[in-house]
């Protein structure tokens, strides 16, 4: 069983010996406890979420005459969960929680140096630290009552094995760790006066964390006694169900955004702290990391907009050459510096006058396709400037992952053959990697995630497709810079 605790939803799989879904349920998140005076505050309700969990769980086992071996917890980056002495819950908040931009702006302009140096991202107001200064400022009885803090997903791991830990990739996501050594970060707690994580101990993705409680047992149909583990942060996460577990390998998890981590050797940080490096799942490497933004969000926006289906928007684009005769759309710009916050000017642009040139919704999509696509190159590019390297191979996954139109566009614009699992639902995979490794059915991540590899397909660059998207590429990048230029 993996249980993904994503941004939009809580997922649940059942994944058979040969790695291929047998079901999935999902359920949405509670209601967020929001206070009327803090508008960009979020916060969850610990006895929601839990109910929540063994409901689904019920759920998803509800007619299957199948036996749970393993479970695998995956989740949201950046989520935490805030406890006392005696593991009672003070806080729970999800990524969108941006209470505490504020004190996040505060430390950064202090010690927004070190930060990165030592966390591997910014801006502040994301992670733990700021989201900590922002209880010890606003309810100090609280803050004076904390013990400890531990990632979200990591907290699903607590209520169903009963055992307090962090997984690596989750603690580096949640800015609780220093990154090059991998320890919890006491240092950066010091200089900022906050709490340190000392006694929870740090695990890796499939090291068995616990076993599913008696109680747990008897509120769910899963069977007591049996293992429970971290699959980690759920990009990390995707990349190994991806098989991305090679230097220089690229993963691309395109799905509401599109985060893309490229594995390095060692953290590789940038002098103006626009990448953020973090853990890679495999203990001894590392990734480097740009996002390309809300890709599958903006592509269902489009949908939207023109009151159609995106299925069958796709197969429009699927119609159209590339260009879209002239038809192009910015999302994003060229360059991201992920240490900073901003708005910047998108648009829909066609040929004028429209008496004679006429667009019809398959090229707005495709064009829509095309740019999340330039986008992705562009964020591969830069990376690569970072870390001075080429990359090897390509891997992509997540919802994107199971347009035909959208992976062929992208295999054309990089001009790269494109991995692509079986399944879009990277994720699943990864939790699966990390459940037979915590049942020693392999002997490590690596081996079990190249057994994985044999699943994808391979999507290969149409020739003449790639030649023409090199010099609209280029148009793409000017008219992005143009856009940019307008102030607002």
Not at 430 to 454: P, Q, R
């Amino acid at each position: 069983m993996v249980i993904d605790a994503g941004t939009s939803c809580i997922r649940c799989h059942i994944v058979d010996n040969s790695g291929h879904i047998v079901k999935t349920q999902q359920v949405n998140w509670p209601e967020s406890v929001m206070d009327e005076r803090l508008p960009l505050a979020r916060e969850f309700n610990p006895k929601q979420i839990s109910n929540a969990i063994y409901s689904l769980i019920n759920k998803t086992t509800g007619s299957l005459d199948l036996e749970i071996k393993s479970v695998a917890v995956t989740g949201m980056r950046q989520a935490i969960t805030v406890l006392d002495r005696h593991n009672h819950e003070i806080y729970i908040g999800p990524n969108i929680d941006l209470r505490a931009i504020f004190e996040g702006s505060e430390i950064d302009s202090k010690h927004g140096a070190e930060i990165y140096a030592t966390t591997g991202r910014l801006p502040s107001f994301l992670f733990a630290n700021a989201k900590l200064e922002w209880i010890k400022r606003h309810y100090p009885e609280k803050y004076n009552r904390i013990e400890k803090v531990i990632p979200l997903a990591d907290w699903i791991v607590w209520i169903l094995s009963g055992e307090i830990i962090a997984e690596m990739t989750n603690a580096g996501e949640a800015g609780l760790l220093n990154i090059s050594n991998k320890t919890w970060s006491q240092d950066l707690s010091k200089l900022l006066s906050l709490p340190t994580n000392r006694d929870v101990p740090l695990l890796n993705i499939g090291d068995v964390a616990g076993k599913v409680t008696k109680r747990v047992s008897e509120l769910t149909n899963l069977p007591f006694g049996i293992e429970v583990t971290s699959a980690g942060a759920d990009t990390q996460c995707g990349s190994l169900g991806l098989g991305v577990i090679k230097p220089n390998d690229v993963s691309i998890i395109s799905g509401w955004s599109s985060p893309i981590q490229w594995v390095t050797e060692t953290p590789i940080s940038s002098q103006d702290a626009s990448n953020w490096f973090g853990c890679h799942a495999l203990e001894n490497y590392w990734v480097s990391e740009l996002t390309a933004g809300d890709t599958g969000h903006s592509y269902n926006w489009i949908a939207k907009i023109l009151r159609q289906n995106p299925k069958c928007l796709d197969d429009m684009a699927k119609e159209i050459e590339p260009g879209a005769e002239g038809t192009s759309i910015v999302f994003a710009k060229e360059e991201i510096n992920m240490s900073e916050i901003g708005i910047d000017i998108g648009g829909i642009l066609f040929p004028t006058p429209i008496t004679m040139n006429e667009r019809s919704d398959g090229h707005i999509a495709r064009a829509a396709l095309e740019s999340i696509s330039y986008t992705i190159k562009a964020r591969i590019s830069q990376i690569a400037r970072i870390i001075g390297k080429k990359p090897s191979e390509i891997y992509l996954g997540g919802g994107m992952a199971r347009s035909d139109t959208f992976t062929q566009i992208i295999a054309d614009i990089l001009n790269m053959k494109i991995n692509i699992a079986d399944t879009y639902n990277a994720n699943a995979m990864g939790g699966f990697i990390a459940g037979i490794v915590a049942l020693n059915e392999y002997s490590s991540l690596t081996e079990a995630a190249t057994e994985i590899k044999s699943l994808l397909s391979v999507k290969s660059p149409n020739p003449s497709n790639a030649l023409e998207y090199k010099d609209l590429y280029d148009n793409w990048k000017k008219t992005s810079a143009k856009l940019n230029s307008i102030n607002t």
